[in-house]
């Protein structure tokens, strides 16, 4: 009862400030911040043959977007991306990886070309949980390299504490396990509530929306290439190709499967117990301006065949930022 008190008085705090800052930069500028360009056509880099083929496939009652590279006799390496992302976020890794194992990267559930359910409550972890568990049989295989990302990253930890026999190894990019967060903010880390703050603005209705459609989404820009959150490598993550996520997230209502897993995220809590075994590789991009790089080094009460690689001058978004180190660290776990 105490979280949820928290959470609402946290929701009205930061909510109430989210409209007054977006209230000034509509007064501002009315026209700049509530024009909007039109995006009838993907760009040409989500057409990128090199990337693989896109295929959909049904699972867990849902149509599933999925974009596939590789040899379908080998070994699955299935990618789950995070918030505000689409399968495209592993463009590196496909590449790279689709010499040595069947890789799909998959529109997650609420997202792009895959269906979005309406109710919040269709985005319960549980739920996003057995979108996995369905998807891997869905796609031929009893079991899979599990790689995620943020978000991806949530659900990828659900999987291999709730079902490790469809995991044979576990990759996550910066998301802390579950447990680990609840325990770095119960520990009064002020710092990681205000990195957070985003969190519980998400909590309202139609606002957080709204907000990130100003500007002509310049929120996705600043996500991505902002001086406080973007990339440090924009050799890897150049400015042009924002606009394959303002592309995507400007579809109309594109945007609210996605924050309907923050929305969610405190009305049902998942339960972990016991250490998880899979054998795990934790990646963390050390500049994250999001999730405290301290918590990467605390998995080991949670995770008994734990590696851990931080990547310094490196983003939040580090599968983006710095590929050739990503791909570098997993190719040398999955050898190990």
């Given at each position: ?30 026209w700049?911040?509530l024009?909007?360009q039109?995006r ?35 070994p ?17 890794q ?35 949980r057995?979108d ?25 930890w ?20 579950p ?20 969190m519980f ?21 600043d996500?991505?290439?902002?001086k ?16 394959a ?18 929305r ?40 008994t065949?734990?590696?851990?690689k931080?990547?310094?001058n ?23």
């Amino acid at each position: 009862m105490a979280a949820i008190v928290v959470c609402f008085v946290l929701t009205g705090i930061f909510g109430s400030l989210t409209v007054l800052h977006t209230v000034a930069r509509i007064i501002w500028s009315p026209w700049r911040a509530l024009t909007k360009q039109r995006r009838d056509a993907p760009p040409s880099c989500l057409l990128d043959p090199s990337l693989g083929t896109h295929n959909y496939v049904t699972a867990n009652g849902l149509k599933f977007h999925y974009v596939s590279s590789g040899d379908k006799t080998k070994p699955l390496m299935l990618f789950l991306h995070g918030f505000p992302e689409f399968w495209f976020s592993w463009r590196h890794q496909i590449k790279e990886f689709s010499k040595d194992y069947h890789v799909v990267a998959i529109d997650m559930r609420g997202y792009n070309e895959t269906e979005r359910p309406t109710k919040r409550s269709d985005y319960a972890v549980d739920i996003l949980r057995k979108d996995i568990i369905d998807l891997v049989p869905a796609l031929g295989y009893k079991t899979c390299i599990l790689v995620a990302h943020d978000w991806g990253g949530a659900v990828a930890w659900a999987v291999a504490a709730k079902n490790p026999e469809l995991v044979e190894k576990l990759i996550v990019m910066n998301c802390p396990h579950p447990r680990i967060f609840r325990k770095f903010v119960n520990g009064g880390s002020i710092g990681q509530i205000l990195k957070s703050n985003y969190m519980f603005t998400f909590q309202l209705p139609w606002l957080p929306e709204f907000v990130i459609g100003l500007h002509d989404y310049q929120a996705l820009y600043d996500c991505f290439q902002g001086k406080k959150m973007g990339v440090h490598n924009k050799a890897s993550f150049p400015p042009s190709l924002v606009e394959a996520y303002k592309y995507v997230f400007s579809k109309p209502g594109a945007l609210t499967g996605p924050i309907n897993y923050y929305r969610s995220l405190f009305t049902r809590r998942s339960k972990y117990r016991g250490p998880l075994e899979v054998p795990t590789l934790l990646i963390w991009g050390d500049d994250d301006t999001i999730l405290d790089k301290k918590m990467a080094d605390m998995h080991t009460s949670v995770v008994t065949k734990l590696v851990v690689k931080h990547i310094s001058n490196c983003s939040h978004w580090v599968q983006q930022d710095t590929p050739e180190a990503v791909n570098h660290y997993m190719r040398e776990f999955l050898n190990s």
